[in-house]
């Protein structure tokens, strides 16, 4: 049977920085849609969770590299509200990952407000494999600043950066 139409997914997120539960979800995505678009959000550098340690540079260029090997995984940045960077890139769907029921209560809240927003956009959830779920881009950097091993957290590529940062090499 053919599909009647390509889907292209967006994948948005703060990712500072990008984990192996984020890769995690954009290689189950990437296997189950025709594109899949990974967004960094310009604004959470101003945003109410704190200054990021990355910059949106710095954060989409770490995707960049570790999605280099997935032909149909594509990353940008944006800015504003999702919804409107969704019909710009004409997409179907918004996909986000669920951990733990803790994630669940704000998820929920987002997609009904992107529904709200937009009621052609629909939102996805994926779970992760199982020795992800406990994964944060927050307790990455919290350990990793208290010299606790993060190397089975994240790509090597993060980590790189993280040791750079911490020597204060990139400002
Ligand atoms: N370990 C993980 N496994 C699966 N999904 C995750 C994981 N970490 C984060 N996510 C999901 O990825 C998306 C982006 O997360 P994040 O980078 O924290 O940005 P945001 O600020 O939008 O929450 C969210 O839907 C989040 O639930
Ligand atoms: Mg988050």
Redesign the pocket.
């Given at each position: 049977m053919q599909r009647a139409k390509k889907t292209k997914v967006i994948?948005?997120?703060?990712?500072?920085p990008?984990?192996?539960?984020?890769l995690?979800?954009i290689a189950r995505a990437s296997k189950i849609v025709d594109e899949l678009v990974v967004a960094v959000?310009r604004n959470?550098e101003q945003?109410g969770?704190g200054k990021p340690l990355f910059t949106f540079l710095e954060r989409e260029q770490m995707l960049r590299e570790a999605t280099s090997e997935m032909p149909n995984v594509s990353v940008t940045t944006f800015d504003g509200l999702l919804v409107n960077f969704a019909k710009s890139q004409k997409a179907n769907a918004v996909?986000?990952?669920?951990?733990a029921v803790s994630?669940y209560e704000?998820?929920l809240q987002m997609a009904m407000m992107n529904r709200k927003l937009d009621p052609e956009i629909e939102t996805l959830f994926?779970?992760?494999g199982e020795r992800?779920?406990?994964?944060?881009?927050?307790l990455v950097k919290g350990v990793f600043m208290l010299g606790g091993d993060v190397t089975s957290m994240v790509p090597p590529n993060v980590i790189e950066r993280l040791k750079r940062k911490s020597l204060g090499k990139i400002s």
């Open positions: 994948y948005p997120g703060t990712f500072d990008l984990t192996n539960g984020h995690d979800l959000h959470s945003g969770k996909l986000r990952g669920i951990r994630d704000y998820e994926m779970i992760p992800y779920t406990y994964v944060s881009s927050r």
